[in-house]
């Protein structure tokens, strides 16, 4: 689990990712007991740090967690701004969801499909052409594998 090292106002402060808590200087807080938000694939957790706050952001669908603080990425020091789910990504999302009609496999594909192209859509170190490019490409795989299994199901059956 991640763990960040934090100063403020020249106290030491660290902050061990729990399964749904956060353990800050080794003492347990729970999520739930903590002031959150959703922020677009995020929720953010404010987190007490003496006489400043930080900012747990949890990625709900894709996984991950990231701890921020005036701006700031406490793990890499460098700018941080939660990344937004781009609207465009929503079509993708909405054809993946027609998996669903495809049985236990199209399910599992369709889950899959949806958690990939949410982060590749919100991956903003790559260009926008490249991430729609991949979000098609996707979609196509998806539905490739779909038809071939399908077909290789339908030969085996008959």
């Given at each position: 689990m991640a763990s960040w090292n934090?100063?403020?106002?020249?106290?030491?402060?660290?902050?061990?990712?729990?399964?749904?808590?956060?353990a800050i200087n080794?003492?347990?807080?729970?999520?739930?007991?903590?002031m959150s938000k959703k922020d677009g694939i995020y929720k953010v957790y404010e987190v007490?740090?003496?006489?400043?706050?930080?900012?747990y952001y949890v990625?709900?669908?894709v996984g991950g967690a990231k701890l921020a603080m005036d701006g700031l990425d406490c793990?890499?020091?460098?700018?941080?701004?939660?990344?937004?789910l781009p609207k465009w990504?929503?079509?993708?999302?909405?054809?993946?969801?027609?998996n669903f009609l495809?049985?236990?496999?199209g399910i599992l594909l369709a889950f899959l499909g949806i958690m990939a192209t949410i982060s590749i859509s919100s991956n903003t170190n790559m260009p926008v052409v490249a991430r729609i490019l991949l979000d098609i490409l996707l979609v196509i795989?998806?539905?490739?594998?779909?038809?071939?299994l399908a077909f290789a199901m339908a030969a085996i059956l008959y």
């Open positions: 934090i100063v403020v106002d020249g106290k030491n402060y660290e902050i061990k990712q729990k399964s749904y808590s956060l080794g003492e347990k807080t729970k999520l739930k007991d903590l007490p740090l003496g006489s400043k706050k930080a900012q990625n709900t669908w793990a890499t020091g460098q700018p941080f701004t939660p990344p937004k990504a929503y079509l993708f999302m909405g054809l993946h969801c027609l495809n049985g236990a496999v795989v998806s539905a490739v594998v779909v038809f071939a």
